[in-house]
């Protein structure tokens, strides 16, 4: 092996790692919120970064329209998969919101609408959708391909 090779295989190595440690914190953090624990949005809001971000360094660069259409879904459901961290954040301003009466009032109804209690439920659900179909299909895709090789 030389050293590209070794460089490639560590690098691939690295993002796995990343990926599982942000996998695991995400889906912690999406579990311990059901609590109430106060840091349960920081913890998910981490794993999240860390799991897109490995995702998103995961590139193809082949020519398969289908494969590249996944790949967008991955990426979206990665990209999901934050702004449910955000949304978990954004709980806490709603009652800063409620009792604001110097903002504009379709301003007012609409931040109040994107931070209800439990509107993350709604991108978590979006964000797995994506993620598992687009992880699945990827999969079946690749050994399709491999067997036309042969």
């Known amino acids: 092996m030389n050293k590209k090779q070794t460089l490639n295989y560590n690098m691939n190595k ?15 953090g999406a579990m311990v919120m059901i ?3 106060e840091y349960a949005p920081y913890l998910y809001l981490f ?9 998103m360094s995961d590139r193809y660069d082949g020519d398969d ?16 998969l934050v702004v449910t961290g955000c ?3 954004s709980g806490e301003y709603h009652q ?10 379709t301003i007012k109804s609409l931040l109040l609408t994107l931070t ?18 687009s992880s699945f299909r990827i999969d079946a895709r ?9």
């Not at 690295?14 to 912690?28: A, D, E, K, Q, S």
């Not at 794993?47 to 995702?55: M, R, T």
């Not at 800063?96 to 009032?105: A, E």
């Open 142 to 150: 690749n050994k399709t391909l491999e067997e036309e090789k042969e």
């Open 14 to 28: 690295m993002i796995n790692i990343i990926m599982t440690i942000g996998g695991v914190l995400l889906l912690v």
């Open 47 to 55: 794993g999240s970064v860390l799991f897109a971000s490995a995702q």
């Open 35 to 37: 609590t109430g624990w």
């Open 65 to 80: 329209l289908i494969l590249k259409r996944l790949r967008s879904q991955q990426v979206l459901g990665a990209i999901l």
């Open 96 to 105: 800063k919101l409620m009792f604001n009466n110097t903002m504009n009032d």
């Open 87 to 89: 949304l978990m954040l």
């Open 116 to 133: 209800a209690k439990n509107s993350w439920i709604v991108t978590l659900c979006l964000a797995a959708l994506f993620e598992l179909y």
